[in-house]
């Protein structure tokens, strides 16, 4: 059986027999104003791919860091769903197109790969019938295990205007102990947990006009994306990507940390695979330059950071735990990044300042989140205040989603405008309060780094009113 550090060199190898060059990944922090985070393997060829830049090669392979903050909340929810993954892509500029791209995806998949074929379904864009007599005539696939979905699934665009394509994805049924029955179809109601997407193919064919309308591109381009987790977890025959190689050490390592059992109660395992998560994410985020903050990409490390404390307050733990975290993850990944090792104590360090700080207003801080929620319960209010939601994100360093995830697990819901208006009306405060800490050298170490890698230029508040647009 292959182990995931196998399949992500299996992958690159394959492409590279077929001409691409190998890349490096680059980093979670994209050279684009326009994105916070490397969100998918496509990101840094972005400018080739809307022709702003000629490609250096036609065809590239990558392994490609990735962080996805939509997905927060599904993290150790869902079986499959990471902030941090790693995407395996295959990308073509102007060179191969819609034909190459799913026999090789076809053949990496069942004969170096080898998963069942039987379990295999594939999606295509309504009307690409194209796409789907490619995988008929050039694959011998069955034509019943073929869903034509609508723009929602099939369908990529860079903007309004612009590049855009439809896109084939491969998926791979876990059978009916997932949801459905016999006669379930991928794209069917109640089974998301069933048919797992592990792979899409984005055919870039089309420039969408001002008004609408599309017109065949000169340079027709491939972008694809498998998310090595989920490859490993179907090779690995798993069903949840948190059981595979690539991440069970680190369930394991948190539940010593904590002193808890993987297994024990479905509530444990949630908190622990949101901690192996986490770990992974903050160490990346440190190392590729980002430090916890309230603006942009330091706030979506403080968020991921202090939501893996609390997890593991809600195991029980009060010591410091998750920059001994670190060394695991470094342990484990520096293999494929081997920049972890130079970094390791740094970002132990960062990750150290910022749990600490975190840690000894935390109990305080959920304390007064209950007894406000209990309160606003009892004058019969189903909402809780944003007078309360400020305090506690300003006098607790209370991540606002935070507040409300305790809210949701209580069931009240949070007065969100209120939040942001009063997020709004200090805004202007508070970045004079930091400049001042920073002039007076509190936080030398900060300072330092700041001074090293430059601060982000988002706002946190931005991040709270746009959720889910990252
Ligand atoms: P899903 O529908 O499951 O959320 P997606 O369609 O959003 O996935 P893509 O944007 O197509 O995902 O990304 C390409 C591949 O990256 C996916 O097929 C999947 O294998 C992987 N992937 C996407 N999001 C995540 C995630 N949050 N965690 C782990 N892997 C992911
Ligand atoms: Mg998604
Ligand atoms: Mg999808
Ligand atoms: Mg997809």
């Known amino acids: 059986m292959l182990t995931g550090n196998e399949i992500r060199q299996k992958f690159i190898e394959f492409f590279e027999s077929k001409k691409h060059k190998h890349f490096e990944s680059a ?49 150790g929810r869902t079986a499959r769903h990471h902030t941090f993954f790693e995407m395996l892509g295959n990308f073509s500029f102007g060179d191969y197109f819609k034909k190459e791209a799913i026999v090789w995806s076809w053949e990496f998949i069942t004969e170096v790969l080898k998963l069942d074929k039987e379990k295999l379904w594939i ?39 612009g590049s855009c394509g439809p896109s084939s994805e491969i998926h791979v049924d876990l059978g009916v102990a997932y949801g459905g029955d016999e006669n379930s179809k991928l794209g069917d109601e109640g089974t998301d947990n069933r048919f797992i997407e592990i792979w ?53 390592a948190a539940g010593k940390l904590t002193s808890t059992t993987y297994g024990d109660t479905p509530e444990k395992d949630f908190s622990l695979k949101v ?32 939501r893996a404390v609390r997890h593991g307050r809600l195991l029980g733990t009060k010591d410091l735990f998750m920059y ?42 959920i304390q007064l989140v209950t007894n406000e929620i209990e309160e606003a319960k009892k004058r019969g209010e189903n909402k809780l205040s944003g007078d309360v939601t400020f305090k506690l994100y300003d006098t607790y360093g209370f991540p606002y989603e935070l507040t409300e995830e305790i809210c949701e697990e209580m069931g009240i819901e949070v007065c969100k405008d209120e939040f942001v208006s ?3 009306e200090q805004r202007a405060k508070a970045r004079a309060a930091r400049t001042v800490v920073m002039e007076k050298g509190q ?28």
């Open 27 to 75: 980093s979670l922090i994209p050279d684009d104003p326009t994105l916070l985070l490397t969100v998918a393997g496509m990101v840094p060829f972005k400018p080739y791919f809307l022709g702003q830049k000629e490609a250096p090669c036609p065809r590239v392979t990558t392994y490609q860091k990735c962080i996805r903050t939509n997905d927060l909340e599904n993290v």
């Open 123 to 161: 999606s295509v864009f309504e009307s690409d019938d194209e796409a789907e007599q490619i995988w008929m005539e050039e694959c011998n696939f069955p034509k019943e295990r073929i869903v034509r979905l609508g723009a929602s699934e099939n369908w990529w665009a860079a903007g309004p205007t």
């Open 200 to 252: 899409n193919l984005v055919f870039t064919e089309w420039n969408r006009m001002e008004d609408g309308s599309l017109q065949p591109l000169p340079k027709k381009n491939i972008d694809t994306g498998a998310g090595l987790e989920r490859v490993a977890a179907m090779v690995q025959g798993k069903s949840n990507n948190f059981e595979t190689d690539l991440l069970f050490p680190l369930v394991e």
């Open 275 to 306: 901690i192996t998560d986490h770990a992974r994410a903050i160490t990346f985020l440190i190392n590729d330059g980002v430090i916890p903050s309230n603006e942009g990409r330091g706030y979506v490390l403080r968020r991921i950071l202090r």
């Open 324 to 365: 001994k975290m670190v060394d695991e993850v470094v342990e484990l990944m520096a293999i494929a990044y081997p920049e972890l090792r130079e970094n390791l104590e740094h970002i132990k360090k960062v990750v150290k300042i910022e749990e600490e700080k975190f840690s000894n207003t935390l109990d305080q801080g």
């Open 422 to 424: 009063k997020m709004e």
């Open 443 to 470: 936080d030398s170490f900060i300072e330092e780094f700041y001074d090293k890698h430059g601060k982000t230029e988002f706002d946190g508040y931005e991040i709270v009113a746009e959720e889910g647009k990252l």
